[in-house]
């Protein structure tokens, strides 16, 4: 079967991969230097297992032409980035697109792995009078991608194409796990489950966040208070980790968007959930600022574990209101190649961090920061993302 991804990110890419096992699969993406880099079997992601499957990979090509993509292929899957603007994500790309897409093929099914406002599939149907387009929203963490598409918790396809339980079968047999649980349903409800999956994310940790400031603020151990509740199997363990707020490209984004459907309805828990956030951060901030040191180092910036990306980690905003209350910054990020970060100097010698910061704050800890535990400001409870 041939299928085309359009967008190779952490998305288009370990799907694409783990599909070409069996199919004939072609990526796109406008980036030249990327396609030169997939075709030479090379991956610009840092992610281990992409990195292997890319370099074993057989039926699979990478271009930048929209005909050679486009044209004869039976399933268009569509992995583009919707970054928010004003409250709002911006889907022109998906449009763009689609629009290319039925110049050169009116036969193929097109699914959106992106994330979409609630109602947003089916708009496109109507504009383009093409029922073939379907939604299936993805529930990948950054940095596991191939993972948690050999695992998945769940497979959501929406049923509007004749082809939808051909491509729910397609997800499935990429599937390690045996009979993952999955749904076929209307595109509107799926793009609400995405939306509020990770609303509820974003909620739950911005609960344990807010927890940990009143324990903080009372002088109470919120590591034994959090460990208490958590011991209730109808609370769990999952996302229970204080931290500096919820970050990465999905939670922030997401929950706006979700905030954004609640404009004439009544829902002060849905729509404070970035309130929250913010204030957690200012918290944090505050609590740093209190320690009356001139040299504040920065440990790790990435959102999660291994990760490269720092996009719209909770730690930048804290950066730029200790800038802006005359403290000195220095960051220690091994991952990023960039000399400077919001004007602050990266620096990649371990030691030479340490000895130039008179407080070290780290959102998370490891072995290498333990050791200087003494000199570090965190939150983090239980080690864990």
């Known amino acids: 079967m041939k299928i085309t991804v359009v967008g190779v990110g952490y998305v288009g890419l370990s799907l694409g991969l783990l599909l070409s096992k069996e199919n004939d699969v072609t990526l796109f993406d406008s980036d030249s230097k990327k396609i030169e880099l997939i075709n030479k079997r090379q991956s610009f992601l840092e992610e281990a297992a992409i990195k292997e499957l890319l370099r074993r990979a ?195 984004k997401d929950s706006k968007q979700l905030e954004s459907h609640f404009k004439n309805i009544s829902a002060p828990l849905m729509t404070n959930i970035n309130n929250s956030n913010v204030s957690r951060k200012m918290h944090i901030a505050k609590m740093i600022l209190s320690r009356n040191v001139t040299t504040i180092g920065i440990y790790r910036i990435n959102s999660k574990t291994d990760s490269d990306n720092y996009r719209d980690s909770a730690i930048i905003n804290i950066i730029d209101i200790l800038k802006n209350n005359g403290r000195e910054v220095i960051i220690f990020e091994p991952l990023i190649r960039e000399q400077t970060i919001l004007g602050c100097p990266v620096i990649n010698d371990f030691t030479k961090f340490t000895t130039s910061s008179d407080l070290i704050v780290a959102n998370r800890m490891d072995d290498q920061v333990k050791k200087y535990r003494k000199k570090v400001y965190t939150r983090d409870a239980f080690h864990k993302d």
């Not at 022109?92 to 406002?117: G, H, M, Y």
């Not at 191939?146 to 959501?156: A, E, G, K, M, T």
């Open 58 to 252: 057989k039926n699979i090509r990478a271009t930048t032409s929209k005909e050679l993509a486009y044209k004869g292929a039976t399933f268009i899957i569509l992995a583009l980035p919707t970054n928010l603007e004003d409250h709002a994500l911006n889907t022109s790309a998906i449009d763009a697109v689609i629009k290319d897409i039925l110049t050169f093929n009116r036969e193929a099914t097109i699914i959106i792995k992106s994330t979409v406002p609630i109602g947003f599939t089916e708009y496109l149907r109507k504009k383009y009078f093409y029922h073939s387009i379907i939604f299936s929203p993805e529930f990948l963490r950054e940095g596991l991608t191939v993972h948690d598409n050999l695992y998945p918790s769940r497979i959501i396809v929406s049923n509007e194409s004749k082809h939808s339980e051909l491509f729910l079968n397609l997800l499935r047999k990429v599937a390690v796990t045996k009979k993952p649980p999955y749904l076929l349903t209307r595109s509107s409800e799926a793009e609400a489950i995405k939306l509020f999956s990770n609303a509820y994310l974003a909620q739950k940790i911005a609960f344990f966040n807010e927890l940990d400031t009143f324990a903080e603020l009372h002088h109470l151990n919120s590591k034994k208070i959090i460990e208490g509740m958590c011991y209730d199997s109808r609370i769990g363990n999952a996302h229970n980790n204080p931290s500096f707020g919820f970050g990465g490209y999905c939670l922030p």
